[in-house]
């Protein structure tokens, strides 16, 4: 109707597309949203037959400012389209001669993003990539502009549990402040494919992958009554000055003094169980852990550092019972 009711010199501007035209209109430039936020939660619970409660958690810019100069890049690839992907904005740098490769961690990102005349990653066909970067990176030949241009502070008063026989609290008075480094999701577009993990269980090819770097440059917490990984109890510890990084050690390169963590999540079945829920897989985290104060009960001990922690060949199978 609104067609008809123009005059006819307005008519004859529109000019039908054939499929060639529709094709140059199609979204390939993606969506860019630049975010500020501050996020607090009174408290988060979990309730079976007791309950998990995670209380007076706060998420901002350091010193509770807002958590700002946030940008999403969203897209759905083309075929074998290049899209932004980890430190690729350093290796568009380098290539103009912004950054120089006598910095290993540079060379290292220009020869791993560098596509042809473009940077980034390649994706398939109707892949969903997400990349979470700064909307202002500072000085383009400053890596410290660009490695500190997202600051964050996370606070959790307490996390607690509760059940018929009382209360335990496993951490309290969490305290960290540091910066987040290129951050990507990507739903890969796979269809109704599946594959075979080593250990068995079958998972979907139609999977989330998390690729993330970031960096703890201060923290503290008290640590009340909880296990690290299973393995060690540190019921009563209060950490403070903690660090989370990577610059020591044989397993720097490509990070930027950052610590990672990669993950692919989708739906699976055990090779055991037989059950079938969330399959979370190729799990994987590497840094530097620094604690320069490490007390039991009120009384430091001294300082406890990690080189080389990394966690690595980790599969879950997540289901109700």
Known sequence: MLALSLPTTAMAEFQPLDDGALSGVTGQAGVTIELETKINIDHLAWTDEGTLRVNDMRLSGHNDTVLDNLKLTVDIAGT???????????????????????????ADALAKYSMGSEFGKQFN????????????YGDPTSLTDYLQAVDFELEVGSITTTGSEGSATLFSDVLLQGYVGPTDLVIRNEGSSSKTLSNGNVVSGAELQLDTHFEVTDGSLNWDAADVILLFNFAAVGIEGLQIHNRRGDDTLG??????????????????????GLSIHE????ADIDMPVFKVGQVSIGSVQFTDFAITDTTMMVYGH
Do not use: C, P
């Open 283 to 286: 799990v994987e985290f590497r």
């Open 125 to 136: 066909s109707g892949d969903l990539v997400i990349h979470l970067g700064a909307t202002d």
């Open 80 to 106: 074998g389209e290049v899209l932004e992907h980890g430190f690729s904005e350093i290796a568009r740098r380098a290539d103009a001669g912004l950054l120089s490769t006598s910095n290993t961690d540079v």
């Open 255 to 276: 990070h930027f003094g950052m610590a990672s963590a990669t993950a692919k999540l989708s739906r699976g079945t055990g090779s055991v169980s037989g059950k079938e």
